[in-house]
């Protein structure tokens, strides 16, 4: 959330007291973070184990209605990534019903989480109003929604009558003692009050910055039936976005299959950053090994777990001889490739293209050649294996490897590189 000066208050409170008031509810315990624009189109969470996100729609700022560019893709992103999505509202300096009700009839008309779930005020600055703010919560809750007051202790009990407030609807407070990464909740700094549903913890929550919140109460269950994000009490069309099938789980993945890779994941086998491009574009299995798959075009080993399964099926798409492509605006021979079931590399010979890294929007692509566009099979190579050992494993000769892969040198190949036999 958009931050301001703060005075942090050390108001001690035991854990007991709080986390675990009520074990019946699933969510009670669970962590989650809260994301603004500056958490970018995906978002992003600090932990595997985090369990859901808040993110800002938009909000009036004193002296006009915004909206956040980012709300609705962080959204489909949660929802992608099993987690329960929910919205708050920017809310500075709202002091008369009529102002209210225009803001929230335009937010509302726009929230992209489903009906029951978290649509929280956020108050941290300028002019507050109890009246209004009470007024405000009434009606978020009567179109469908779970109203919550967020702000700093602070702030809400010098600007409101919070008394008043807590009584009637929940709070989501924020306070903590430093700037330090912290995972976990320091209840040391707890700010002490009635009725609190979410504590904000951090906004450290991982190097770099990120707010880090616990559910108390488990109010970030609302609106998700059993907490479970793929049966929401109403769809939208964020989560309809988010929602691909996976239909193969885990280490079932096979060579074939068309995945996507997961929004949240952040580094091939080899430790390098996976960039933002090859997120939510789907691929094809083409080689795996145990739990790692190799998909066509990215040539970079990845968990099983870290790409979702679109379709079961193993056959590719049916080419028909003489069939082109027009090249659009972003896109490179890889994926392309993915999309006709063949390779790059096939993609590059046909077209007798100098600089396969090199391709313009609006150039046309032969895709056939006037002949079948699959090859028989990919290999990778690991350390120690040799052309002849591939050969011999793969029911082929050195020389057609050679010649399929343009290889100068059969006596140097390096692990990593993939072979197309």
């Known amino acids: 959330m958009k931050k301001i000066k703060k005075t942090v208050a050390v108001l001690a409170v035991g854990l007991g007291l709080f986390a675990y008031a009520n074990p019946a509810l699933a969510a009670v315990g669970d962590q989650g973070v809260d994301w603004s624009v500056y958490q970018g189109d995906q978002g992003r969470f600090g932990y595997a184990h985090d369990k859901f996100s808040i993110s800002q729609i938009g909000g009036y700022n004193g002296s006009g209605i915004y909206w956040q560019s980012t709300y609705a893709s962080q959204v489909q992103s949660s929802i992608a990534q099993g987690k329960r999505a929910h919205t708050y509202i920017w809310y500075q300096s709202v002091t008369n019903t009529t102002l209210a009700k225009n803001i929230l009839d335009t937010m509302l008309a726009q929230v992209q989480t489903p009906k029951g779930s978290i649509v929280a005020l956020d108050v941290e600055d300028g002019v507050a109003n109890t009246d209004?703010?009470?007024w405000s919560l009434q009606y978020i809750k009567d179109r469908g929604y779970?109203?919550?007051?967020?702000?700093?202790?602070?702030?809400?009990?010098?600007?409101?009558?919070?008394?008043?407030?807590s009584s009637k609807f929940g709070l989501w407070l924020g306070e903590y003692p430093d700037y330090n990464v912290t995972p976990v909740p320091n209840y040391n700094y707890f700010p002490s009050w009635d009725?609190?549903?979410?504590f904000q913890f951090t906004s450290a929550y991982v190097a770099g910055g990120l707010d880090g919140n616990v559910d108390l109460t488990g109010v970030t269950d609302s609106g998700y039936k059993s907490g479970n994000p793929s049966k929401p009490a109403t769809e939208t069309p964020a989560i309809a976005a988010g929602k691909e099938a996976d239909?193969?789980?885990?280490?079932?993945?096979?060579?074939?299959?068309?995945?996507?890779?997961?929004?949240?994941?952040?580094?091939?086998a080899t430790g390098e950053v996976i960039p933002d491009w090859v997120k939510g574009t789907?691929?094809?299995?083409i080689e795996k090994s145990g739990d790692k798959v190799l998909l066509d075009g990215i040539m970079s080993w990845l968990s099983v777990y870290n790409v979702e399964t679109l379709d079961a099926s193993t056959s590719g798409p049916t080419v028909n001889a003489g069939q082109t492509h027009v090249v659009q605006y972003g896109e490179n021979l890889s994926i392309i490739a993915a999309k006709y079931g063949t390779t790059w590399q096939e993609l590059s010979r046909?077209?007798?293209?100098?600089?396969?890294?090199?391709?313009?929007?609006?150039?046309?692509?032969?895709?056939?050649?006037?002949?079948?566009?699959?090859?028989?099979?990919?290999?990778v190579v690991e350390y120690g294996d040799t052309l002849s050992g591939i050969a011999a494993q793969f029911g082929t000769t050195v020389e057609r490897l050679v010649s399929a892969n343009e290889i100068s040198n059969p006596n140097m190949i390096y692990a990593g590189k993939v072979l197309n036999f």
Request: aromatic share 10%; hydrophobic share 35%.
């Open 132 to 134: 209004v703010i009470l």
């Open 146 to 165: 779970t109203p919550l007051l967020y702000g700093y202790k602070s702030f809400l009990s010098n600007n409101l009558e919070l008394g008043r407030i």
């Open 195 to 198: 009725n609190i549903q979410i």
């Open 247 to 268: 239909k193969v789980k885990g280490s079932a993945k096979e060579v074939g299959m068309t995945v996507k890779v997961n929004f949240s994941s952040s580094i091939y």
């Open 282 to 285: 789907s691929y094809q299995i």
């Open 350 to 379: 046909i077209n007798a293209l100098s600089n396969p890294s090199i391709i313009y929007a609006g150039q046309t692509l032969s895709v056939t050649g006037g002949q079948s566009v699959a090859t028989s099979g990919y290999c």
